[in-house]
């Protein structure tokens, strides 16, 4: 569209009182020739914003750049239809926090101007995508256990149709072979409610279930999902828009078990998922001839919490042996029940049901290691009570639980390992060319996804398939897909049902926002999508391989094929593509080139250098407003880009800045590794291993590679960051001036 630029400047919030407001606006007017350059005291308030809203009427600005407050504030505020709006973080990152009425902090300003200005003059007016064909707004929910039942219900609540799948011949999972649970308000054990709901289920005419199936393919993208369901020989194709994945969980093998725990070495040691099987009906009796139980022992952390088995906690291992002590007390008042536990961990109401075993009988006994000895058929088991700092030897037990932990299913199926080796050598070099690693995915055959990066959702920590293990509870690194129950997390069935109804509300959202061409999230909203320039593709893979979202595919010749609906809008690929193909109408590689060349970098002899500040727009970028926010100060030599992820920054902007002269380039991004923060999930990491490229790069043409530094940045160490500035300006103030200054 024709263009037509109108800056607004805020005076409020003490901006005008550390910026001469009239002097930056001749950078808008004289040096950039706009014709619309109007200031306000409060551009927030009604006034201040019916002086946009009149001149985009009256004078046809399309093109709105508001110097004000970070745009992560205000953000419905200054939102104006059929307008490229564009924000200047005057307030938190320059008024906020650098010294007012100085000149070093006015040169700020006028460059944060300069480059949203820069930047505005190649944006475009996002065009939503929407895929061809309607939009499915069924819900296929995979497996049919508690998590899986209860999915279908509240999305048939919700007006939804749903097609469930499971791949036993009946519903209800391991669930079924529970008698009584112990769930809220955990005054007492109940009734199993997995039974209630198979009936919920079976009656409902929105929900079309598949009994001894399995989902042999799945196509297709968020609103536009093709599925193959395979039956008893015969097969079904559904359209459908979002997926919630409730495979469930699998008890830990217990024959990886330490040998000092004693399983296979009586048939009186059994673990706490065999204790619900064989104990479902009847009486509880000796496992190995059938006699009553006076003597039983529950063991805790059976694996879990053990660097070497399971290291994670597993939620209802606790309540569950609490559950099962009171089942044999109810049975014989008179037996002797111990649990021997690390800590017993009952949180909120679920202590009651701790007090209630605590006025039964059970004795409880704290010990790190205890150890089951077996003797003649015997069965003791030895421990160190913590508590009276004396050994205890538990003798003559007719049973000995086990509490093994729960696995996801996605954990189980043929290694990755193995199957790349499969694979071929040719395709593994290729990869360990591009310095990105494999999906760690197990090969469970849960969806069976026709997508490039592999057939299931990638396991992450631990093997489950989280997204983002803080901010994005339910979502994997599929699209669209979301998981619920013992396969996102370990949990107990209050937690399961909350987390059915999260799932599916999660799986909603999705497909509406599908609907209206918008962003999942982060970037929830977001309506432009990646654009190829497919005449310059060198088929080099890089964008397929290092999409952390599985939102590209590839043709028989490796040429990308995209799949937006999929599309995190992260701009990984864009970073990636060495060509520099792919681009969004408001985020370009050449946009962000031309606000580095619109920095003012001065002369040598003025001894004002320059740092370009490349920050990830999800922890460091709000860490920087933080710092504002606390009134704390930095070098005023910054200048800061937000990127919307450090892996999407293209090496040609590095290259940029050093040849306009700018000193320093510093990369703020998350945190990767195991205990990743990085909301695209391997977007911080790529950065880093391309920045290990230009670190070579600039030692061969004799630039120090001090000039361009990568550090990570969680937004609760915003008071680290100024301190971070601070010590890299210093280190190139003895590195001494860019040699291509001036040039």
Not at 87 to 115: C, F, H, I
Not at 206 to 220: C, F, L, P, Q
Not at 465 to 472: E, G, L, V, Y
Request: glycine fraction near 8%.
């Amino acid at each position: 569209m024709e263009k037509k630029i109108a800056v607004y400047v805020c005076a409020g919030c003490g901006i005008g009182d550390a910026i001469d407001i009239e002097q930056l606006s001749k950078i808008a007017t004289e040096e950039n020739k706009v014709p619309i350059c109007k200031t306000h005291q409060n551009l927030c308030s009604q006034e201040g914003l019916k002086q946009i809203q009149d001149d985009i009427a009256n004078e046809a600005a399309n093109t709105i750049v508001i110097a004000a407050c970070s745009h992560r504030v205000m953000y419905d505020v200054f939102k104006f239809e059929n307008c490229i709006v564009e924000r200047v973080n005057l307030r938190e990152q320059v008024a906020w926090s650098q010294k007012p009425g100085e000149e070093d902090t006015q040169m700020m300003a006028e460059d944060y101007l300069r480059m949203s200005l820069a930047k505005v003059g190649t944006m475009e007016l996002p065009e939503p995508f929407q895929p061809e064909g309607e939009i499915s707004r069924d819900i296929l929910v995979v497996g049919g256990g508690l998590a899986g039942l209860a999915s279908a219900v509240e999305a048939s609540k919700a007006g939804r149709s749903v097609i469930l799948v499971e791949k036993e011949n009946e519903l209800g999972g391991f669930q079924k072979n529970v008698k009584k649970i112990a769930s809220l308000p955990y005054k007492d054990i109940r009734d199993n409610i997995i039974g209630d709901l198979i009936e919920a289920v079976s009656s409902d005419n929105r929900i079309k279930v598949y009994t001894g199936a399995s989902v042999e393919k799945t196509e297709g993208g968020p609103g536009v999902f093709d599925v193959l369901i395979k039956q008893n020989g015969s097969s079904a194709q559904h359209k459908v828009g979002a997926i919630v994945l409730a495979t469930g969980w699998e008890p830990y093998d217990p024959e990886k078990l330490d040998k000092k725990l004693g399983f296979g070495a009586s048939p009186n040691v059994i673990t706490n998922a065999m204790f619900e099987e064989k104990y479902q009906e009847g009486s509880i009796t000796r496992p190995s001839d059938g006699k009553n139980v006076a003597n039983v022992a529950f063991l805790q952390c059976a694996g879990s919490r053990d660097p070497n088995h399971l290291p994670y906690c597993s939620t209802v291992c606790c309540i569950t042996a609490l559950k099962q002590a009171l089942h044999v007390k109810e049975q014989n008042a008179d037996a002797s029940v111990f649990v021997v536990y690390k800590e017993m961990r009952t949180p909120g109401q679920s202590e009651d049901l701790y007090r209630k075993a605590q006025e039964a009988g059970i004795t409880f006994i704290r010990c790190q290691s205890p150890e089951v000895i077996v003797s003649d058929g015997q069965v003791s088991v030895e421990a160190e009570d913590e508590l009276l700092g004396e050994k205890v030897l538990l003798e003559d037990l007719d049973m000995v639980v086990l509490a093994t932990g729960m696995v996801p299913v996605s954990a189980f199926g043929p290694d990755v390992a193995q199957e790349e080796k499969e694979q071929g050598e040719g395709e593994k070099k290729e990869e360990e060319e591009l310095e990105v690693p494999l999906d760690l995915i197990r090969r469970s055959n849960m969806l069976n996804l026709d997508y490039r990066q592999g057939p299931e959702v990638p396991a992450l920590r631990y093997d489950f398939p989280d997204s983002h293990f803080i901010c994005f509870p339910y979502e994997t690194r599929r699209t669209g897909i979301y998981a619920a129950g013992g396969i996102r997390r370990p949990m107990g069935i209050d937690s399961t049902m909350k987390d059915a109804a999260g799932a599916v509300m999660k799986a909603i959202q999705c497909i509406e926002l599908t609907a209206r061409g918008a962003a999942v999230h982060p970037r929830a909203g977001d309506m432009s999508f990646p654009e190829f320039a497919m005449q310059r593709c060198t088929q080099c893979k890089r964008c397929t391989v290092e999409c952390p979202f599985g939102a590209i595919n590839e043709d028989e010749k490796a040429n990308p094929l995209p799949n937006p609906t999929r599309c995190r809008r992260c701009g990984v690929c864009m970073g990636a593509c060495p060509e520099r193909i792919i681009s969004f109408k408001d985020y370009s590689v050449a946009m962000i080139g031309n606000m580095i060349k619109a920095i003012e970098v001065p002369e040598e002899d003025e001894e004002k250098p320059r740092i370009l500040v490349l920050a990830c727009e999800n922890d460091a970028f709000p860490a920087l407003d933080m710092v504002g926010l606390n009134r704390m100060t930095y070098n005023p030599w910054v200048r800061v880009i937000p990127l919307r992820c450090l892996g999407s920054m293209n090496l040609v902007w590095i290259a940029d800045a050093l040849s306009k002269g700018i000193d320093g380039v510093l990369l703020l991004g998350c945190q990767h590794g195991d205990d990743y923060q990085c909301h695209f999930i391997k977007g911080s990491e790529l950065a880093s291993i391309r920045l290990s490229k230009v670190s070579e790069t600039l030692d061969r043409l004799a630039l120090e590679s001090d000039r361009v530094r990568f550090e990570t940045i969680s937004i609760i160490d915003y008071d680290k960051l100024p301190g971070l500035l601070d010590e890299f300006a210093e280190k190139l103030d003895e590195v001494g001036p860019n040699p291509f200054k001036g040039w």
